[in-house]
């Protein structure tokens, strides 16, 4: 009740709120949804994993994703998504082994393959000379080491194949979250729109500002990083002078650097910038002066210049991280992606490691009795929360050693990114369903952080 009145979205454990709430018209989905209860069991005393009400909010590629897995071992998710049509945020997204390993054994691998491209490369440059620094071959070579592709595809591609595998008649567009309430029977989660739905557990895949990680815990949200970025999708063909536009490329220089990957017919970019100190606007963009972006980019090698001017220039994107919190879940209610764990894109692992917490945290729903939801929860947190944590705070520090002066810190810098052969490892071998294996999480912290860069 306090924290409504502070217009916080809380989790209110039911108590004065239940009589009220009992009495509410019910609205058709909540009707269907607050039917009395069967028990969980089968009449062979096996659990119904169907009777498991779960609510999704979200339909990003968390929300998404977990509803394909949870759909697989038999339990039947609604998705709620505040969009009315899914809107695509950020026109490409970099798959690697660690998540497409993943969603193959969902089924999706196919499909995937046929959106997608894969980068030739890893190869980093020097700002100014374009220099090849040190680069890393992807392909077949790729495939061999980790046992799947790396893949980049235009987002709208990957939503609308998981979109499709969850079903039309589960995905609830234009049905905004508002506030979550839990009683000893169950949640309620109600929406913007005065309609509420009845469920055993929410999972909040509500990314960056979610309203569901406000219902969880007090602790502070994403926060701006000191860094911001201008995003483009370039046609191929308008980049002639762009040295290797098939591969992933890493361009560092003083203050600033830019990432690009290749996806069907197109190069797709983030030119990142240190400052400003503090972001002066409430959301995440602003409008760029004309020339702003070239500006900021001026002295650098041409034929980057012409990937960053080929196109219209677009605002200017606030980079956002969230400090690792202490807690994703309470009651019957549990966050994954970026709701958790908001991290910079510098690993290019924000939607990987969401498509990883979607898949343990089905498996772990799937392997506990319905009931006993508050095990599966823990048992997800358990394997998840270590390996975010580390990914998360490895990012952060990818602007500093991206966006060195050129002297002997950059130099030193270059020495190890040559010399690195395994930086790949720690992130992309990882199998987060069977954690034991592959050397994904055992990394060894004491090592110059420079071997974590992609
Ligand atoms: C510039 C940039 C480039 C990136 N590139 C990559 C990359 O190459 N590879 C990679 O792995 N990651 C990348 N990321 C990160 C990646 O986009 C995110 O980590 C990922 O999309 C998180 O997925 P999510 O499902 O948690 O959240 P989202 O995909 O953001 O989905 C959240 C959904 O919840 C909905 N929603 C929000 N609030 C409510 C509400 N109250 N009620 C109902 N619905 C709600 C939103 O409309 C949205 O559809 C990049 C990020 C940035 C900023």
């Known amino acids: 009740m306090e924290a409504e009145q502070n217009g916080n979205a809380r989790l209110d454990p039911a108590h004065g709120r239940e009589d009220r709430l009992r009495k509410q018209k019910l609205d058709r989905t909540s009707v269907l949804d607050s039917a009395p209860r069967n028990s969980m ?3 062979n005393g096996r659990n119904d994993l169907s009777k498991l009400r779960v609510a999704v909010v979200g339909g990003g590629t968390g929300g998404l994703t977990l509803a394909v897995a949870l759909r697989r071992h038999g339990i039947v998710a609604e998705v709620f998504e505040r969009t009315a049509v899914l809107a695509e945020v950020g026109a490409a997204i970099s798959l690697t082994a660690n998540s497409v390993r993943l969603l193959a054994r969902l089924g999706l691998g196919d499909e995937l393959e046929r959106v997608s491209v ?4 890893v190869i980093y440059r020097d ?17 061999v080491r980790f046992g799947a592709g790396f893949l980049c595809m235009r987002r709208a591609a ?10 039309g008649e589960h995905l609830h567009l234009g049905r905004g979250v508002r506030h979550l309430v839990e009683s000893p029977d169950g949640i309620r989660v109600e929406f913007t729109d005065g309609r509420h739905h009845d469920a055993d557990l929410v999972v909040g895949a509500d990314g960056l500002h979610s ?3 406000g219902s969880i815990t007090d602790e502070a949200g994403p926060r701006y990083s000191g860094v911001s970025g201008f995003r483009g999708l370039v046609p191929m063909s308008a980049v002639p002078d762009l040295p290797d536009p098939h591969a992933l490329q890493a361009w560092m220089g003083p203050g600033k650097s830019v990432l690009h990957y290749p996806t069907r017919g197109m190069v797709n970019y983030l030119a990142v910038v240190d400052g400003p100190g503090d972001w002066p606007a409430q959301g995440g963009t602003l409008p760029a002066a004309p020339g702003e972006l070239a500006e900021h980019f001026a002295g650098w090698s041409a034929g980057l210049l012409q990937l960053l001017t080929a196109t219209e ?11 690792p919190l202490s807690t994703w879940a309470r009651g019957r209610a549990v966050l994954i992606g970026d709701a958790a764990h908001t991290m910079l894109p510098y690993h290019g692992q924000g ?22 939801y508050a095990v599966a929860i823990e048992r997800y947190q358990h394997a998840r929360r270590a390996r975010a944590d580390l990914i998360q705070r490895s990012s952060l520090d990818k602007p500093s050693i991206l966006h060195l002066p050129d002297g002997p810190a950059a130099t030193t810098r270059n020495t190890a990114l040559r010399e690195a052969d395994d930086h790949l490892v720690w992130i992309h071998d990882y199998d987060a369903q069977r954690p034991d294996r592959g050397r994904g999480i ?9 071997f974590h860069l992609v």
């Open 351 to 372: 939607a990987n490691q969401t498509i990883e917490d979607a898949i343990v945290l089905a498996d772990a729903l799937a392997d506990t009795p319905p009931g006993e």
């Open 442 to 450: 055992q990394i060894d912290e004491s090592r110059d952080q420079v």
């Open 41 to 43: 069991r089968t009449e």
């Open 127 to 143: 700002w100014r000379t374009g220099e090849r620094i040190a680069a890393r071959p992807i392909g077949a070579q790729y495939r």
């Open 118 to 121: 894969e980068p030739t490369e």
């Open 158 to 167: 990957l939503q609308q194949i998981l979109s499709r595998a969850v079903g």
């Open 211 to 213: 309203v569901v990680r």
């Open 313 to 323: 220039q677009g605002d200017r994107w606030a980079l956002f991280t969230q400090p």
